[in-house]
């Protein structure tokens, strides 16, 4: 049951996930609108490359060289609607110099974001220098987007083993189950019950579940180098705190409602004041659930980024150990921050889901 349940509650994380990051596409990829021959200055340089790393990309880069132009990495195919159906892969935009053709259409990249225009690539901008060009309907799978495939397949795969070595082990988990089991145990016991109540959690767990380890893991693979940033997008953060709401209000019973918009046991001059304040409430504790996680995750990398940028900025043996080591401690500490931003995020999911389900007696008055 639980297995079927976080199932379903996967691919619907996966699709609302992968389908909104494509929303927020920013300058990741160097465009070079124009050649300038003053060399840029180091503080200018670690600027972009900070820049470069947490934002999202058509391409998947292991590394770059912002002065040979070298990159090393992947491409990711490109998935437009226009006219039709047109897939190709992003290495033909040759990082934002080129412009693609398919099927007839040709498309060009300029700051992360693609443009239709004809065979010279020609672009036309507005007063305020944002190009007027048609912008096809893009499905396209992004470093963000595949990194969140790789982690909800990680997620899957976990989960699936751990339920098959229950069945086979008579309900004793063996090998990473072993040390998965206890974090389940935790959120049912300390999260899932204490918020929701034991008659209405169980319906809620999957979810739970998922969000909580497809947090927590994704902000694991943001410490790595490889800029895979997935919680500190804000589209992603955004389709996450969504999913929280939609729950929310279509498991909500009418206790819930009631005390929204006519609150019991409060005068009705204060009713019609604070009603319109709870509704406003509905749609602020999912903005802060987005806000929270994207802000903490966000910061944190860029705060690790500029601390290594200083490295090159000091240029001697002191000043160098002192931000490595600095760095260090830091990354040290975002390995806490990976599991309590995923721990806040789920805890905080559970409190709205206690308080839509919430049931309360009929109240006696004399």
Known sequence: MYKRNLVKTLTLLLLVVTFS???????????HEEQTSTKKD??????????????????????????????????????????????????????????????GNYYKLYHNK???????GKLSFDEHHHPTNI?????????????????SLFVFLVFTSLAKSYAKNGSIPKGIGRFFEPLVIYIRDEIAIPSIGH??????????????????????????????????????TAALAFLTFLITQFTSNANYWKHIFWMPGVPIP???????????????KPFALMMRLYANIFAGHIVIYSILGLLFV???YIGGSLSFGLALVISILELLVAILQAYIFTMLSALYFGFASEEHEPEHHE
């Not at 693609?114 to 010279?120: E, N, Q």
């Not at 912008?135 to 982690?151: C, E, G, N, R, Y």
Request: net charge neutral; charged share 20%; hydrophobic share 45%.
């Open 42 to 103: 180091y503080k200018t340089e670690i600027k972009e490359e900070i820049r470069h790393h947490v934002k999202d990309s058509y391409y998947f880069d292991f590394n770059s060289n912002s002065e040979t132009g070298e990159h090393h990495g992947f491409s990711l195919p490109v998935i437009l609607i226009d006219d039709g159906l047109k897939v190709f892969m992003s290495s033909k935009f040759e990082h934002g110099e080129a412009v693609a053709e398919a099927g």
């Open 314 to 316: 000091f240029k001697s």
């Open 21 to 31: 990051v494509n929303a927020q596409h920013e300058p990741a990829t160097k465009v």
């Open 135 to 151: 912008k096809p309907l893009d499905f396209s799978i992004t470093k963000s987007v595949f990194s969140i495939i790789i982690v």
């Open 270 to 284: 204060m009713k019609i004041i604070l009603a319109p304040i709870e509704l406003l409430g509905v749609f602020i």
């Open 199 to 236: 008659k209405h959690y169980k319906k809620y767990m999957s979810f739970l579940l998922t969000v909580f380890f497809f947090i927590w893991f994704s902000n694991l693979i943001g410490i790595t180098p490889f800029g895979m940033n997935i919680t500190g997008n804000l589209a992603v």
């Open 114 to 120: 693609i443009y239709k225009t004809d065979a010279t």
